[in-house]
């Protein structure tokens, strides 16, 4: 994608304007050209695979035990959202806000979480083999029994990641800060 195009997608999130159809209304959005607001929804047990959710705002909602696999979250906003138990295998969190989310025992086998933000995430026995986490900022985040299997995952912020009793073969034992 050409810089002027990202510039324009990147002003378009900042006005809240839905950028799979630039504004004009589609499923996406709901037809109203912005985006979808489903802050505090309760979504629990919800079958989403495959969904078009760029840029939604899932902010608090309760996704717990849902079928995300293959979604499109890139950019939205999961802050303290509760994801424990759901299956987010092959999903795009590209940038995605997931700040104190709860991803206990969720399956995010092949999803990627390029430059999302995971901060104080709970990640406590996820599985995370196969991830892409380069760039993503794991601050704080709980990583205790989560299975990790690929050293090239690591390329992340991570200054304060609990490791603790973590599965993996080539992870680091601790960090070096």
Known sequence: MSDAYNALYDEMY???LCKKCQGKGCKTCNQTGELLNL????LRGSDLRGADLIG??????????S??????LTRANLSR??????DLSSANLGGADLRGANLSSANLRWADLFGANLDGANLRRANLTGADLFGANLDGANLEGANLDDPYQFRCSRAYVN???RISRN???????
């Not at 802050?39 to 309760?42: G, L, T």
């Not at 079928?67 to 499109?72: Q, R, V």
């Open 67 to 72: 079928d995300l696999e293959g979604a499109d």
């Open 171 to 177: 992870a680091p034992q601790k960090d070096s800060k």
């Open 81 to 86: 959202a509760n994801l424990s138990k759901a």
């Open 163 to 165: 490791w603790k009793n």
């Open 56 to 65: 939604v705002d899932l902010s608090g909602a309760s996704l717990s035990g």
């Open 39 to 42: 802050r505090n929804a309760d």
């Open 14 to 16: 900042d006005a809240g």
